[in-house]
């Protein structure tokens, strides 16, 4: 088994590395394609206006094969599957493990799970690790909890194709009471805005404050609260079943309106 290891930390990052040494045991060859520099809350962006670099970094470093990328994410696994792996066959692509939850809406900005979501997008499985911490994060957890999952994928026991949303509390093992498949909760941030002056122009940062979320039951963020570990089976598909018909039956008489106002717009003219 191939697998490819990405993150949006950074090829820095320490998660990654962690993450890194537990696949090692169970894949034959992890091949890691990762940002140059952290890119978390980059999204799904893909760069399409300036050419993206990659630097090898030497093996004896790291003892696996790894390549740093002046880009996002979703650069990183396009590159991997596009160039650097282009001729070998990848059988799974892990993204992480973040440094920081990535729980209910946030997994629409996350580099995190924008990069597991571009190996899901080329039909590979693909998974996305998490732990809810930015202080004193152990992934010791979380690296060999995403070891087991490839070993068991190794196995043929999961299907040929997802993309998994797994999100751990930062706890030592006696201290997790499970497992819970999720699906995704709400959870929403006040940004803030910090302006200042650099001598030449105003500037603005934009600074998430505390998060806002309601615990419902089955979600992801109830998971986390119950101090359990998360995993959210995604899908890129984001059309709300729910509005199809309400809103099917507004939008012809809108469609009608269109064409009558053409039409006295074209009377007016005559
Ligand atoms: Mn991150």
């Known amino acids: 088994m191939r697998i490819l290891v990405t993150n949006d930390d950074g090829i820095a990052a320490r998660g990654l590395w962690a993450l890194v040494r537990?696949?090692?045991?169970?894949?034959?060859?992890?091949v890691v394609v990762a940002p140059d520099r952290d890119q978390s809350g980059i999204g799904t962006a893909v760069t399409l206006h300036h050419p993206v670099r990659v630097s090898p970094v030497p093996p004896e470093a790291t003892r696996v094969e790894s390549y740093a990328v002046e880009g996002t994410p979703a650069d990183t696994v396009i590159?991997?599957?596009k160039t650097i792996l282009k001729d070998k066959k990848v059988d799974m692509v892990f993204s992480g493990i973040n440094e920081?939850?990535?729980l209910g809406n946030d997994v629409l900005i996350s580099g995190t799970v924008s990069a597991a979501l571009q190996g899901y997008f080329y039909g590979l499985p693909s998974v996305a690790v998490s732990v809810a911490a930015i202080k004193r994060v152990r992934f010791d957890i979380a690296a060999k909890f995403a070891a087991l999952i490839a070993a068991q994928f190794a196995a043929n026991d999961m299907p040929q194709k997802?993309?998994?949303?797994?999100n751990l509390p930062n706890l030592p093992l006696n201290k997790i009471n499970g497992v819970e498949v999720t699906r995704l909760g709400e959870r929403s941030y006040?940004?803030?805005i910090k302006a200042g002056h650099d001598g030449k122009r105003k500037y603005y940062w934009i600074v998430r404050g505390k998060p806002d979320w309601k615990e419902v039951e089955g979600t992801d963020i109830w998971a986390?609260?119950?101090?359990?570990?998360s995993i959210t089976p995604l899908q890129s598909d984001l059309s709300s079943q729910g509005q199809l018909e309400p809103l099917d039956r507004a939008f012809p008489a809108l469609f009608q309106g269109l064409k009558e106002g053409d039409k006295v717009k074209r009377s007016r003219r005559g």
């Open 100 to 102: 920081g939850s990535n």
């Open 190 to 192: 006040m940004d803030n």
């Open 224 to 229: 986390l609260g119950q101090n359990k570990i």
């Open 79 to 81: 590159l991997a599957l």
């Open 22 to 30: 537990e696949l090692r045991r169970v894949a034959e060859e992890v």
């Open 162 to 166: 997802f993309l998994l949303n797994i």
